[in-house]
């Protein structure tokens, strides 16, 4: 299984993008599925999450900020930001947990999209 991530790049503050992340592979079922970013320095940390449901979970310094969806036909998940900063530049990964049994699922990593946020 694989997780391409694509859309990110440099955008200018206040700015908008989206992110998109398909998985390919031998896929029956995907869980959740989610973002995370890491800034240069600093821990990878939560984006936003959503379960094969659609409900949603988001850190605090992106709510009303960012949206995540996902297609369950398609195997894709996306995030759209909107008035970026700064503060949002990092390197974004898709993730997401495929159920191995009924009791475990295993957790598979994009590569990275890089966003850039100018002032």
């Known amino acids: 299984v694989q997780l391409v991530e694509s859309g990110g790049g440099l955008v200018r503050a206040r700015g908008s993008l989206k992110l998109s992340c398909a998985a390919s592979g031998s ?8 973002w995370y970013r890491q800034a240069p320095g600093k821990q990878r ?26 297609d369950n ?28 049994n009924r009791n475990s699922a295993f957790e598979y990593w994009g590569q990275g999209t890089q966003v850039t946020v100018s002032s």
Do not use: W
């Open 27 to 34: 896929i029956f079922r995907i869980n959740d599925m989610g």
């Open 45 to 70: 940390e939560l984006v936003a999450q959503i379960t094969s449901g659609g409900s949603t979970n988001y850190a605090d310094s992106v709510k009303g900020r960012f949206t995540i969806s996902r």
């Open 73 to 100: 036909g398609k195997n894709t998940v996306d995030l759209q930001m909107i008035s970026l900063n700064p503060e949002h530049t990092a390197v974004y990964y898709c993730n997401a947990f495929l159920p191995v």
